[in-house]
């Protein structure tokens, strides 16, 4: 079976999924934890910055979902002559 570019391309993007959402929450977090030892405000800011971190990693899901098997196609490409 011959795998064509756009799809090793896709499969390359889901694979860095559940990665990329770890990584966003890892900072959103991490960045307000930081924040809360510098500015004395635990434990909020580390609050503020998980779901911070939880709406960027939902929205890179999203992102990656929409352009690998939206309606546009495989890799993001979308047929604008209709």
Do not use: C, H, K
Request: charged letters at 10%; zero cysteines.
């Amino acid at each position: 079976m011959a795998d064509s570019p756009s799809t090793l391309r896709m499969l390359g993007q889901l694979s860095s999924v559940g990665m990329s959402f770890v990584l966003a929450l890892a900072m959103g977090f991490g960045g307000g934890y930081w924040l809360d030892g510098t500015l004395g405000t635990a434990p909020w800011l580390s609050f503020i910055g998980f779901f911070l971190g939880l709406a960027a990693g939902v929205l890179n899901v999203y992102r990656v979902m929409r352009a690998t098997a939206g309606p546009s196609g495989p890799a993001g490409e979308r047929d604008d002559s209709r």
